[in-house]
């Protein structure tokens, strides 16, 4: 069984920055993908980023070039580091840690990141 505990998420001003954190726990030999999603009231989950196991990334659109998504597979953690924040960044973050290709993942718990001035 694999645990998933996100860590990192506040209050910040526009323009700031945060690094969110993602540690997996337990029953691991590999991670193949860990992945960041965010969900805004009101609105569905989205995937922000994700880094696979050979370092390969995804990005949202809106995300690229402010966020950077990477990863510790020593310590089977994963960072994101977001920077120039806009309010519409204001969501919970969640973390998702897949073993396998085409496995749903185990979810953290959520941490919530709020933009406001």
């Known amino acids: 069984q694999v645990q998933v505990v996100e860590s990192g ?19 691991i030999s590999s991670i193949f993908v860990m992945s960041w999603y965010r969900q805004a009231p009101g609105q569905q989950r989205e995937l922000v980023a994700r880094i ?16 950077t998504i990477s990863r510790d597979n020593a310590k089977n953690t994963v960072y994101l580091q977001m920077n120039n924040l806009k309010s519409e960044d204001t969501a919970v973050y969640y973390c998702n840690v897949a073993l396998q290709p085409g496995s749903r993942g185990t979810w953290g718990q959520g941490t919530l990141v709020t933009v406001s001035s």
Not at 11 to 25: D, K, W, Y
Not at 52 to 67: K, M, P, V
Request: net charge positive.
């Open 9 to 27: 998420g506040g209050l910040v001003q526009p323009g700031g920055s945060l690094r969110l954190s993602c540690a997996a726990s337990g029953s």
């Open 52 to 67: 696979f196991r050979g370092g390969s990334t995804d990005y949202l659109d809106s995300a690229r070039g402010r966020f």
